[in-house]
């Protein structure tokens, strides 16, 4: 019953409380996907920008922009640490341009990048090593 009940308040305050529709995304590789849901058939074009220190708001004058059309979703690479402002455009002008994504992209540290990538290898070449090995063993028994 108490299952049930928790389900049933999750449902009631989902329809109830106000959905923000600004995405919150923290990247720590440099890249992330925006979701375009409901919002290809009114805009068209893609902006993001990145804030400089303690601003709130961006100046979008500078900013990258890129065609959506007809996409559901996007995903974005090459970004510098930082925090970033995403907002969908009208080509038309007939939507006012509305700001979907805030973004802080931290990248991971050189060494932990550094460690993770020698796991990688010691793991690909353990793999290599035994499948050498296996293989020649099979060999000498056909």
């Keep these: 019953m108490g299952r049930i009940l928790k389900l049933a308040l999750v449902l009631v305050s989902m329809m109830v409380l106000p959905v923000s529709a600004v995405q919150q995304i923290e990247s720590r590789e440099g890249y992330f996907v925006l979701e375009l849901n409901n919002l ?3 805009y068209d074009g893609l902006e ?5 220190e303690g601003d709130q708001s961006a100046d979008f004058s500078s900013a990258q922009r890129f065609d959506i059309s007809g996409q559901q979703q996007a995903t974005l690479s090459g ?3 930082g925090h970033y402002q995403a907002r969908v455009t009208d080509s038309s002008g007939e939507s006012a341009p509305q700001l979907i994504a805030e973004v802080e ?3 991971r540290s050189l060494t932990q990048a550094l460690v993770l990538f020698a796991v990688g290898l010691a793991a690909f070449s353990l793999l290599v090593i035994l499948l050498l090995k296996f293989n020649r063993k099979e060999a000498e028994y056909a």
Excluded: E, P, T, Y
């Design 48 to 52: 993001v920008v990145q804030l400089s």
């Design 40 to 42: 290809q058939n009114k």
């Design 105 to 107: 992209v931290r990248h």
């Design 79 to 81: 970004f510098a640490d």
